[in-house]
């Protein structure tokens, strides 16, 4: 524990503070005795470096590029293997587990040890891994890696400790599995062939064990060749060859015939009587046309056969094999026969793999199939195969968080307690009907409820307008509600001149959302430069939404000179400022067309988040780059790259509609030029020309990246002169409306999808001149445009949207000069953070009021008063004011948050309104008044003082200032080679501190107000801009980003969070008693129905088959040994579990035990009664009568 306490020599006292005004307006309070100074601000923080640790928690979504499936029908577990070297394991809802191969090399193969805990992969980099499944966090024990021959075919036998390896030479080698090792048992390609055949046989393609005896595997090599091995007598029984190439091969439980799939669309099924022919060939989907030729079909890639104890006749499942002709050819299908049924199942994506779920564990016992894992491309589905109409089973997992490309995430942790249920019970109405009424088949492992639960929820804003909330506790994730945010808008009617640019393009795209859990408003920005307010109702209702329509374009021409110290700048009085006044409205030109049309008719809304009003920017719309709402005020804020606007949401009204330039007034820090007047300067090229001279592509090429940094987009600047918007009353004619995209109108472009970026960004810590500008080419593809600042000029070109990834740069470095050239001067500044909030709108004012912090993209803050009517029922009727602003500091870099605390180091909370249904019945004896929650400033007990402390973090350094003396308490530079990208103010153990995440990977901590570093830890190297784009912090020391397209993942930077994690994951191994074989009879055992025994050991030990060549493979311990193993999985819990797996080996042991010893008394009680008859019978008898 230490106590901070921060000394400014020459500081003078400030004029008396007072006590926060507990309502939204500038109510009268009690001062107190004087405001605080530096020296009255005592914060005993409580946080160490001790308190963090940053790991990994959980990953959600579906596996992104899935290569192959496995299952344990036993244990019931299912894994997944993708091409970048991931494993997804899953069972119950809750067990949920991803584990990563270092080398990153693709999984071609999974294989589970059934019922015994651990899985092996085989690897593209031609490497075998075993890893133990029976701890929470699996880990490889074992690697084999080969060095001569290439992977291709793996087969486990059941309750076998020899694994068949197939490779690309056509070879099988055999592997021990407990020891990793390779047997000197080898079946040479050339002694399966014919000494006769000429030609190669090609890659092993199919390992398998006949069902009828062990001791023969079946080998399926790609040219066709099918060969049954003897093990024992190490030589071939039968051999067949068929034209066509061979993909897959299944075996008839009896193991008397077997079926291949082939690359011309047909089925042949072989006897082992009689292997010189197939006694069946079909084409399922193909026909004999009328000139004698087949059609010609797509391959089958895999075929399962299997048996069922109610029908007499076979399930025959197959992917592939349409014919080439047909309509829906193009299309992935999962075939169904069944008899003479023949169901075909039509996929949205390329089928990967399917599997066939059966009850037993045994190859050689009816199948019985009771379902179909489905592994595609882009989802992962479930057939149920118990029912005629093979329904799907409803997913419990969250895979579809790339329904649509996420475009952005919120996360919000310490949430109401009743948001969740209310959602649900909301998005439950919505969820889609016809599922299967089973219960989900994949349903091992356990989990149970950690012991730090609390409600939190992530929203994603999706390409196609979706926001979807999902309920994010407990280290879970299950879809709570969806928000369809298109339906405001009318849809594009064929015909109108934007029709043919919009179809093909994502204006409905999310750019960022603002809610408010307490108040239940939420706030959607859109690409297409509008902003969408909700409210929340459990009830539906008829109602018209409001529309806002403002223009937020300004001159460009405006000079910026920045003094000399810029963390020091000269302001002028602010007193001297007039208040900020609307704009009139400007004329309805062909450009001040939105690009969207609100629907201006009322609508029906289903209970949930309901539309109220919509605000649309015009003359061009140049895409939002800040927003913040607060329900307390009722006031709505949003910035762009051009000037910032305010919105009275209750009285559906502009109040403020300015550009930067015009917020600084007289203190303008860097003096910058009059503004010179309009010139009409119209592109026609689109966005790669933003001027039609040599001054403005100069202008252009010098601004450097961070003057127009925002946190979604915002396109490139065209100059306009522009006012203030005006309200659009739904149903009034708006004139003419735009048939063509006019003169200089950028067009729509493709919604940039965080998902879908995958850039190699290699960090330096300069850049050579003339070169790329690294900062520059990173916030490009982050924001979607050209950034600029006042400090760095570099070249480039504006950045085109509908570029794929490859296009894009893939380098980026930093470079900084002390002196600013005077080219430099031309620029223009966005507004890159809002934020409302309680504090002092002027330097040394003694009550606090409604506030409206501004940050920009030169790392300029100011302070905007708003005077709000403090009674309710003026609120509806008298207008809101806001004050002159005021410049109160300046940074390195955008400025990107703001937060406060009290003078005891407490967060404050923005203040808010307490949810109401506005749609709910009315009482008429009670008035409908709005009930404010106020975090306002409050008196520190310790020193008596009223005030407050605002904490800024720009991209560079942040700073601690306190209020209302505008003192700089603490300052820090974060970063001097990198860049912060996201930074928060969040509560971590009882306490406050600030995280940062920097465009080099680095993650850190700071803690408040003293700006202490806690942790630096280099995590994640910045590779694709989709992680810098969703990365975000929130409250328990927790965050998120986007991995993949296709998947969240969660990480914890708290210690605490970090050592209770292993209670909070599942298990994935539970104790389960291995079914016991059917005992067929004694016909069938004498006919030769039940397997051969057969002793693999005997075979291919070291003993009979000697030490496999070193050079072939190499054995890489893992990491972490068993031992190791078992030591990490030490603790309490381990321990208990291990003790709970003990007793119920020893259980079972004892059971057994006292089967057999039941089964011995019995047998001795049988044989002791016919001794007993024998007796009888010739007891009389005489010794020659026998």
């Not at 046309?289 to 089958?300: H, N, V, W």
């Not at 016909?1083 to 496999?1108: C, H, I, S, T, V």
Request: aromatic share 8%; glycine share 8%; proline share 7%.
């Amino acid at each position: 524990m230490k106590k901070f306490r921060k000394v400014l020599d020459g500081l003078s006292s400030s004029s008396p503070g007072g006590v926060a005004s507990p309502s939204c307006g500038s109510a009268a309070g009690t001062p107190t005795a004087h405001a605080p100074t530096p020296l009255d601000i005592h914060v005993q923080e409580t946080l160490v470096s001790e308190n963090f640790h940053l790991c990994k928690t959980v990953r959600h979504g579906f596996p992104y590029q899935p290569t192959c499936l496995a299952f344990d029908p036993v244990q019931k577990i299912l894994a997944i293997g993708s091409r970048t070297g991931g494993i997804r394991i899953l069972g119950r809802p809750g067990v949920d587990c991803y584990s990563q191969h270092e080398s990153g090399a693709a999984v071609l193969q999974l294989q589970f040890l059934i019922n015994e805990g651990a899985l092996v992969t085989a690897c593209a980099d031609d490497t075998l891994h075993l890893w133990n499944l029976r701890q929470r966090r699996p880990a490889i024990l074992h690697s084999l890696k080969f060095n001569r021959e290439r992977i291709t075919f793996c087969h486990l036998p059941f309750q076998s400790k020899w694994l068949y390896v197939g490779t690309e030479r056509g070879n099988t080698h055999i592997v021990n599995i407990e020891s990793f090792v390779l047997s000197g048992y080898v079946i040479m390609w050339n002694k399966a062939i014919e000494l006769a055949t000429k030609t190669h046989p090609g890659p092993v393609v199919h390992l398998s064990d006949s069902p009828k005896d062990e001791g023969k595997l079946l080998i399926g090599f790609e040219s066709g060749t099918v060969v049954q091995w003897d093990l024992r007598a190490k030589k071939v029984d039968f051999r067949i060859y068929y034209d066509e190439a061979i993909h897959s091969v299944s075996w008839h439980h009896e193991g008397k015939q077997f079926m291949c799939s082939h690359s011309d669309g047909s089925l042949t099924v072989w006897n082992l009587r009689n292997t010189s022919r197939p006694i069946q060939v079909t084409y399922p989907h193909g026909k004999i046309l009328k000139d004698g030729r087949k059609e010609s079909c797509k391959p089958i890639l895999k075929v399962e056969y299997k048996t069922s104890r109610n029908s007499s006749e076979p399930f025959i499942i197959f992917s592939g094999g349409l014919s080439y002709d047909k309509a829906g050819g193009r299309r992935p299908t999962l075939t169904i026969m069944h008899g003479k049924a023949i169901t075909v199942l039509e996929m949205d994506h390329p089928i990967v793999e399917f599997l066939v779920l059966c009850d037993t564990p045994y190859s050689n016992e009816v199948q019985d199939p009771y379902a179909v894992v489905v592994l595609l491309e882009k989802d992962f589905i479930v057939v149920d195969l118990t029912q005629s109409n093979f329904p799907i089973f409803e997913n419990p997992y969250p895979m579809d968080i790339h329904e649509s490309p996420v475009t952005c995430t919120a996360y919000f942790a310490q949430c109401p307690p009743d948001i969740i249920p209310i959602l649900y019970s909301i998005g439950a109405k919505q969820k889609k009907t016809g599922y299967s009424h089973k219960e989900w088949p994949v349903s091992g492992g356990t989990w149970t409820l950690g012991s730090q639960t609390y409600p939190e929820i992530i929203v994603t804003g999706h390409a196609d307008g979706t926001v979807k909330f999902w309920d994010a506790s407990a280290i879970t994730l299950q879809m709570l509600y969806k928000l369809k945010t298109s339906k405001v808008f009318e849809k594009p009617k064929a015909g109108e001149g934007r029709t043919t640019e919009v179809l093909d393009e994502d204006p409905y795209a999310v750019q960022m959302v603002s809610w408010c859990p307490h108040s239940r408003l939420f706030c959607v920005v859109g690409i297409s430069a509008h902003v969408i307010l909700y409210r929340f109702s459990k009830h539906d209702a008829n109602t018209q939404i409001a529309s806002l329509e403002v223009r937020l374009q300004f001159d460009s021409d405006d000079a910026v000179s920045p003094s000399e110290n810029e963390n020091n700048p000269c302001f002028s009085d602010p007193s001297s400022h007039s208040p900020l006044q609307p704009g009139s409205p400007g004329s309805a030109t062909p450009d001040s067309v939105p690009g969207l049309r609100v629907k201006s008719r009322a609508l029906r809304m289903p209970p949930g988040y309901q539309a109220e009003l919509v605000v649309q920017l015009v003359c061009p719309p140049q895409q939002i780059t800040s927003l913040d709402i607060n329900s307390a005020y009722g006031l709505l804020a949003f910035g762009n790259c051009n000037g910032v606007a305010v919105v009275d949401y209750l009285q559906k009204t502009i109040l403020m509609c300015v550009s930067t330039l015009d917020l600084y007034g007289a203190a303008d820090p860097y003096q910058r030029l009059t503004r010179s007047p309009r010139r009409n300067r119209q592109s026609t090229s689109g966005l790669t020309e933003l001027s039609d001279n040599q001054v403005s592509i100069d202008m252009e090429r010098t601004k450097s990246p961070t003057s127009d940094h925002v946190n979604g987009h915002c396109t490139s600047p065209t100059s306009q002169p522009c006012s203030m918007g005006k309200p659009r009353i739904p149903g009034v004619p708006e004139g003419p409306r735009l048939t063509r995209r006019g003169p200089g109108r950028p067009p729509f472009r493709k919604a940039q999808s965080a998902a879908c970026m995958e850039i190699s960004l290699p960090v330096s810590s300069h850049t050579e001149v003339g070169g790329c500008a690294s900062r520059r080419a990173m916030l490009q593809q982050l924001h979607g445009v050209s950034m600029y600042s006042h400090d760095e000029h570099h070249t480039t070109t504006p950045y085109n949207w509908s570029e794929r990834a490859e296009s894009r740069e893939n380098s980026f470095s930093r470079s900084r000069s002390s002196s600013v050239s005077s080219i430099d001067r031309d620029t223009k500044e966005a507004v890159t953070t809002l934020q409302f909030g309680e504090s002092y709108g002027r330097k040394g004012e003694p009550l606090p009021s409604a506030c409206l912090w501004v940050g920009t993209s030169l790392g300029v803050v100011l302070l905007l008063p708003i005077s709000i009517p403090a009674e309710d029922e003026d609120r509806m009727e008298e207008p809101v004011t806001i004050g002159p602003s005021s410049t109160v500091l300046m940074l390195k870099g955008s400025v990107l948050r703001f937060a406060f605390l009290d003078c005891g180091g407490a967060l404050i909370q923005s203040p808010y309104e307490v949810w109401r249904d506005p749609n709910g019945p009315e009482d008429p004896d009670r008035t409908r008044r709005r009930k404010l929650v106020n975090f306002s400033p409050w008196p520190s007990h310790e020193a008596g003082v009223d005030g407050h402390m605002a904490v800024v973090c720009s991209e560079k350094q942040a700073k601690v200032m306190l209020m209302p003396s505008q003192t700089v308490l603490f300052a820090h530079n974060v970063t001097e080679s990198s860049f912060i990208l996201r930074a928060d103010v969040v509560s971590v153990c009882s306490s406050v501190c600030l995280a940062c995440f920097c465009a080099n990977g680095h993650v850190m901590t700071l803690s408040l107000p003293s700006l202490r570093p806690l942790m630096d830890i280099n995590y994640l190297p910045l590779t694709d801009m989709r992680i810098a784009r969703t990365f975000v912090f929130t409250n328990g020391g927790q965050a998120l980003y986007l991995s993949s397209p296709t998947e969240i993942q969660r990480i914890t930077y708290s210690q605490e969070m970090a050592d209770n994690l292993q209670d909070m994951l599942g298990e994935l191994f539970t104790p389960i008693e291995t079914p016991e074989a059917q005992n067929k009879g004694f016909l069938k055992g004498f006919f030769g129905g039940n397997a051969q025994p057969f002793d693999r050991e005997e075979l291919f030990g070291e003993a009979a088959a000697g030490k496999a060549s070193r050079s072939l493979a190499q054995h890489i311990p893992g990491p972490m040994g068993l031992e190791n193993m078992k030591a990490a999985a030490g603790g309490v819990v381990g321990d208990l579990a291990r003790a709970r797996i003990a007793l119920d080996q020893r259980g079972e042991r004892l059971g057994e035990l006292e089967e057999r010893t039941a089964l011995m008394m019995n047998s001795a009680e049988i044989f002791s009664t016919h001794a007993h008859q024998v007796m009888l019978k010739h007891k009389d008898k005489k010794w020659y009568q026998l």
